[in-house]
Structure formats: C-alpha cells, structure tokens
C-alpha cells in the first residue's frame, strides 16, 4: 500500500468535511491538521504470537517430562483458581501442528515460545530425556516448514521439581547454565533468537518472597534477595552458555517485565523522572544487567540483607546482550520531584479504567516509553516487545465467534504508542502478542482470557476471536488503523 503523504491526507481531509454519518454532518478536524493514518511499520519488522510451555503444552506425564515446581503448586489445595492445573492445558504437546497453523493464518513471521526444563530434564539435571528435546525438535521443524522464525525462551518459570532448594540454591544457576547449553546446542542450528529467562520478579519475589506463585514461599528479605541474585546468575550464566554452543550471530536477550514508569506529562523535568524511576524501580534485575553491577543505593538500602557475590558473577550477569525483550501490560505514572531520588509516584485514581485482569490499567503509553526509558538509559542495541496483550471476559456466541473489542482497543492502542518510538528511530525489531490462545494464566488458572484464539477447555477445539482477525489485517498491512 503506498504511504499517504500529509498534504494528500489533508485534501482528503477537506472532502471529508462534508461527510455524513446515518444522516448527521460529522464535524470538521478542529485543530489543524490530523496525524497522517494507518500508522505503517517499518519495512521488516516483525510480528509474531509468545506462550509458555507450562501454561499451553499439557501432557505433563508424557513421555518421561519430570514435575516442575508449577506442577506441584498447582495440585497444591488453594493456590490456583478453582485448583486449576497445566495437566492439560490447551495440550499443544499434542495439538502443536494446529497451533503452527493459527500462526500460519495469522501471517505472523515470528513465534515466542518456551522450553520446558523438565521436560528436558525430568530432574533438572543430566541424564536427557530424549523424548522431551524431540517435542522441540518437531516444534521447531513445523515452524521453520511453515516459514516461522522461532525465539525460544529457556525458561518461563516451570522449573524442575527435583532440583533441592530451587533457586535458593546457587547450584541451581549452574544446572540452568548446563541445561541451556545443551538445548541451544541441538536447537541452535535451526534457532537463532534465544532468550534466558522470563520475567525476574515473578520467579524470585512473587514465588519466593509474597508465595502467590510457585514454589508459594514467604521468605524473609535477606534470602529472598539471594533468590534474585540466582535468578539473575542464571540468567548471566546462561547468555554465557548459548553463545559458547551456537553459531556465531545467534541472537541472544531475555524476557523482562520491567517496571515501567511513564512521566506524567512530557516535559523535561518529568521525563527525567521517569529515566530516574525506571533505574531505581528494576535495581535488582535489569539496571543490574546493563550495568554489570548492583547499583550503590541499592546495596545501600538492603544493608546485611544485600545478595552474596562471588567472584565472577558479575561479569556474567553483565554479559553483553543482543537485544532485550520487554513484556509490556500496564504503567506506572511519576512526576518529578526535590527528593534525592528525584521522583515520586502517582497513585492510580480510583477511577482509572482496567481491564479484566485488575493489574492491567489502561495506560497504552507505556509502551513507548518502557522503549524510550530503557534505550536511554542504557543504548540497547534492539529491543523487542516480547509480550503485550491482556485478558477479556470472552463469550462464545451461538455462531462460534468472540467480539473482544475491548482486547483490540487495548491492543490498538499500544501499537499506536509502539509505533511513535519506531517513528523516533528506537531500534524495535519485532512484537510478540500475548498470547496465541487462551491458556493456563497460573494463579489465575483458566479464569483469565489471554488468547486471541478461544480454547474450549472441554473440548481443546481453538476459535478466531475477533482479536486474531485484527491482528492479521494488522500484519497483512504492516500498520495499525
Ligand atoms: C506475564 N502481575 O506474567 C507472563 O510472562 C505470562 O506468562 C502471563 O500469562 C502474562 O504476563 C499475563 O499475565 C505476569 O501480576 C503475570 O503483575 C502477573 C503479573 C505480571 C506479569
């Protein structure tokens, strides 16, 4: 499609003036002239679909996979909604060519997705189970037959159960590290886009420290901080074992729910609060990773409870990425202030819309501005949006169709805003919507919609929601409208 210039938009613009809708005279454009529209993308960049293993694959007994601590949890009364388990998911285990050819449909050029460690790994540990690598195998193949580009996560939580003391166990990190290298070994001929981890916070705090994810632990801050410290070693030590067992130019990142901080309103001085908030507010995991150290005032307000380092970790846990993945849901607003910090948040009115999960308040500028805060920040050489996306009451209608319009406002919206910092020459390679189909949303359990395919859970028969028909005129376009 050619690209509308403002001058012909504007004399489209003038003949639009005498428009009518059902009868009534629309009004003129009241203050000059209307940004230009569809918002196009820049030629090549990507889009694509993300899961994970625990919350899609199901067949958690098949073929030798080993409990992850997500298994355990959920069979735990009380933890998830309803007691909700990943048993069998949306059984993409078994299901995955159906899945590739949702994907297909869809015309995305790329798929996120994660590898189950156990699955791997029954104990976390050597020996191989086989039969686990060639369910990747296979995924891998389909996706590359129907000219998908994989980016593989190595781990989304669902770690193994066997593994003594989880990640309060500094031998942990190194399990991961010995599991990623194996897996980037026989995947990285065919896979070129890795990222280690997902999320800090919800493996270490939220499992660890506030117990509402798995293993459901409440431990005091000096041992939850140790936690962090492994995650985020895990992390290095990973980065460190991909490239030692791949082909020069894979692509190697992560996938973090940074905080996000917006400024208030666009003015310098809240802008730079908004820089400032957001290496204060992610001090213990991503600020740690790009600057290859614990910020001094970070180590400073932990005092005794601050993480143990050994020699060397550091140096991992710095190593150099090809590009970092941000999963985007929600904002957090700042303004500036005289505080040595330099900033205060802004607590959310009462009134501030959400969307069906609470935690997702409508804020679509965060997008741009998790990008904008972090390249400043820290000149990452690519960012991609690894997830973005939300839950919706979804009905099934009689006819087999879902009109989620509210999950397209939302997804507009924020590629409206994501567009903005691709236009300012932020290096955005590519989008991942969150997610493909409706799954496990963990402690939510099946009671959160995520998908923009509908998942009968009786019948694991998948539907379009109206989202996936928006998203694909969306790629087909390479612009949102
Ligand atoms: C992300 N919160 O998790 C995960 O990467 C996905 O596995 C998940 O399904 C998706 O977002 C939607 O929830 C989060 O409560 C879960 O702030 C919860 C929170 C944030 C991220």
């Known amino acids: 499609m050619k690209k509308i210039t403002r001058r012909q938009f504007g004399k489209g613009v003038a003949a639009a003036a005498a428009a009518t809708y059902a009868g009534v005279a629309l009004p003129r454009f009241a203050f000059g002239e209307p940004l230009p529209a569809p918002l196009y993308y820049p030629k090549g960049f990507l889009w694509g679909c993300a899961t994970a293993s625990y919350q899609v694959e199901g067949g958690a007994r098949d073929d030798g996979r080993g409990p992850s601590v997500w298994d355990t949890f959920s069979h735990t009364p009380g933890k998830t ?18 899945d590739v050819r949702l994907l297909k449909n869809l015309g995305v050029q790329t798929y996120r997705f994660s590898i189950s460690w156990s699955r791997v790994f029954p104990t976390g540990k050597a020996p191989v189970n086989q039969k686990g690598l060639d369910y990747y195998n296979r995924l891998v193949d389909e996706l590359l037959a129907n000219n998908i580009t994989p980016y593989v996560t190595m781990f989304h939580w669902d770690l193994p159960q066997a593994l003594p003391g989880g990640w309060e166990n500094r031998d942990t990190s190194k399990a991961f590290a010995d599991y990623v290298a194996y897996v980037s070994k026989h995947l990285g001929d065919r896979v070129h886009h890795f990222m280690t981890t997902n999320e800090f916070v919800c493996f270490t705090d939220l499992g660890y420290r506030y117990g509402q994810f798995a293993p459901g632990l409440k431990l005091p801050a000096a041992q939850a901080n140790q936690v962090r410290h492994h995650g985020i070693l895990a992390h290095g030590l990973g980065v460190q074992a991909i490239r030692a067992n791949t082909p020069s130019g894979t692509q190697v990142g992560l996938a973090e729910n940074a905080t996000v901080y917006v400024p208030i309103i666009e003015t310098d001085e809240h802008i730079e609060a ?46 150099k990425l090809d590009f970092v993945g941000l999963n985007i849901y929600t904002p957090f607003y700042v303004r500036a202030d005289d505080s040595p910090k330099g900033y205060v948040e802004i607590p959310y009115p009462k009134s501030a819309p959400h969307m069906a999960s609470p935690w997702i308040i409508l804020g679509p500028e965060c997008t741009y501005w998790s990008v904008r805060n972090v390249c400043d920040l820290w000149k990452v050489p690519a960012i991609y949006i690894t ?64 998908g923009i395919h509908y998942v009968d859970f009786k019948t694991l028969k998948r539907y379009p929601k109206l989202s996936a028909e928006w998203y694909k005129q969306t790629i087909a376009k390479n612009a949102v409208e």
Do not use: C
């Open 81 to 98: 909604h309803d007691g909700d388990t990943g048993d069998v998911a949306d059984d993409s285990y078994h299901l995955y060519k159906e």
């Open 274 to 319: 908004a820089r400032k908030a957001t290496r204060r507010g992610n001090a213990p995991f991503l600020t740690t990773l790009m600057e290859g150290k614990y910020p001094d005032f970070y180590l400073q307000e932990e005092g005794a409870n601050a993480p143990k380092v050994e020699p060397g970790d550091m140096e991992a846990i710095g190593s």
């Open 387 to 450: 997830e973005n996306g939300t839950s919706s009451d979804d009905v099934l209608t009689a006819d087999g169709k879902v009109y989620d319009t509210d999950r397209i406002m939302y997804l507009r919206n924020h590629l409206t805003q994501l567009h903005r910092a691709t236009q300012e020459g932020y290096p955005v390679k590519g989008y991942f919507l969150w997610s493909l189909l409706d799954n496990f949303e963990w402690a939510d359990g099946y009671s959160k919609r995520f």
